[in-house]
């Protein structure tokens, strides 16, 4: 059974940085791409950074410059790196994994991690 556990988040103040891990488990086919997306307080969930198996990484447009993801393939760990935060970058933050099977691709999420930006 696939697993992600996330872990990082919390409160910190404009400014200031976090990083996000997520470890993902039970995975024994290929992996195509890991991921951050947040979703904030009536909102939809949004893209916040992809990167696949061979180090293409893509990033919305208002984290460009300030956040970074990274990846452990042997350790199937993906980290977002988070600088410069801003009060509108408060979510949940979730973790997700594109799991290549013969039959198609599916996804994977974690169950999210709060991330608060406030003084």
């Known amino acids: 059974q696939v697993q992600l556990v996330e872990s990082g988040g919390g409160l910190v103040q404009p400014g200031g940085s976090l990083r996000l891990s997520c470890a993902a488990s039970?995975?024994?086919?290929?992996?195509?791409?890991m991921g951050w997306y947040r979703q904030a307080p009536g909102n939809e969930r949004e893209l916040v950074a992809t990167?696949?198996?061979?180090?293409?990484?893509n990033y919305a447009d208002p984290v460009k410059g300030r956040f970074t993801i990274s990846t452990d393939n042997a350790k199937h760990t993906v980290y977002l790196q988070m600088s410069g935060l801003r009060p509108e970058d408060t979510a949940v933050y979730y973790c997700?994994?594109?799991?290549?099977?013969?039959?198609?691709?599916?996804?994977?999420w974690g169950q999210g991690t709060q991330v608060t930006v406030s003084s």
């Open positions: 990167i696949t198996t061979g180090g293409s990484a």
């Open positions: 997700n994994v594109v799991v290549h099977y013969i039959d198609g691709d599916q996804d994977y």
């Open positions: 039970g995975i024994y086919f290929r992996i195509n791409a």
